[in-house]
């Protein structure tokens, strides 16, 4: 499926919709998710126009990748979890419930979290 530039996070990134960053380089934008759930609530994007995962690893380059990484651990440290723990989420595609179809992570945390899933594997 074709990358869509007009979804939510392309037009943050055009800066054509406001967000409340936490974080942001030559590669990477990280800021905070509006509907939070949990007390820390980060999302962490590429710049770059990749879909998903798949196509993130498949396609970015070992740049944009490492930059990815690193700023995730920027956020643990800009938002203080580390030594509380914290979750780190990507929801892909269909069976993944991913609403925004530019890749995120989100960085969750301040709070004890539940158990990963809802309901046991069907
Ligand atoms: P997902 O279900 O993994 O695709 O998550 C999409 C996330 O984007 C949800 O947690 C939303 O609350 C969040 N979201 C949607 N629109 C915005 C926005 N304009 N600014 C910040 N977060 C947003």
């Known amino acids: 499926m ?3 530039p007009d979804n939510i996070f392309a037009k943050i990134l ?3 919709i406001p967000n409340r960053t936490v974080f942001e380089d030559q590669h990477v934008l990280a800021f905070q998710d509006i509907n939070p759930q949990a007390p820390v609530h980060v999302l962490v994007i590429p710049k770059g126009p990749y879909e998903n995962m798949t196509v993130f690893s498949n396609e970015a380059s ?3 990748q490492v930059a990815f990484m690193r700023a995730i651990g920027e956020v643990l ?3 203080e979890v580390a030594e509380a723990g914290y979750r780190i989420i990507s929801n892909n595609g269909q069976d993944g419930v991913q609403e ?3 890749l995120h992570i989100h960085v969750l945390g ?3 979290l ?3 899933l ?3 594997a069907a």
């Open 62 to 64: 070992t740049e944009e």
């Open 2 to 4: 074709a990358y869509d």
């Open 114 to 116: 539940g158990r990963m």
């Open 100 to 102: 925004v179809p530019h």
């Open 118 to 120: 809802d309901r046991p």
């Open 77 to 79: 440290r800009i938002t």
């Open 14 to 16: 055009r800066g054509e």
């Open 110 to 112: 301040g709070r004890r």
